[in-house]
């Protein structure tokens, strides 16, 4: 059975920060991708950051400088350092755990954890 668990969401104050960490089971992790996305209410699903099997990262404009994804291979977990947080990064945050293999495209998404900023 193929699990993805989100962890460390909640409520910060703007300027302060949160990790993130994105925890699979029943995959080979060290093959898969993951993608960070956000999504809140009444907008458009947004790739935040990702992070690939060797280790290249890329984020979104609105988060660069602010937020570092890395990944721990023998933890199977990949994290999302967020730092100067702001309102507007209010939303669920959710992990996709991607990879090719044998040319069949296997995709796996964790239920979200919430992140809300606010004073």
């Known amino acids: 059975q193929v699990q993805i668990v989100e962890s460390g969401g909640g409520l910060v104050q703007p300027g302060g920060s949160l990790r993130l960490s994105c925890a699979a089971s029943g995959i080979i992790f060290s093959i898969y991708n993951i993608d960070w996305y956000r999504q809140a209410p009444g907008k458009q699903r947004e790739l935040v950051a990702l992070?690939?099997?060797?280790?290249?990262?890329n984020y979104a404009d609105s988060v660069k400088g602010r937020f570092t994804i890395s990944r721990d291979n023998a933890k199977n977990t990949v994290y999302l350092q967020m730092n100067s947080l702001k309102p507007e990064d209010t939303a669920v945050y959710s992990c996709?755990?991607?990879?090719?293999?044998?040319?069949?495209?296997?995709?796996?998404w964790g239920q979200g954890t919430q992140v809300t900023v606010s004073s």
């Open positions: 996709n755990a991607v990879a090719t293999w044998v040319n069949h495209k296997y995709n796996y």
């Open positions: 992070i690939t099997s060797g280790g290249i990262t």
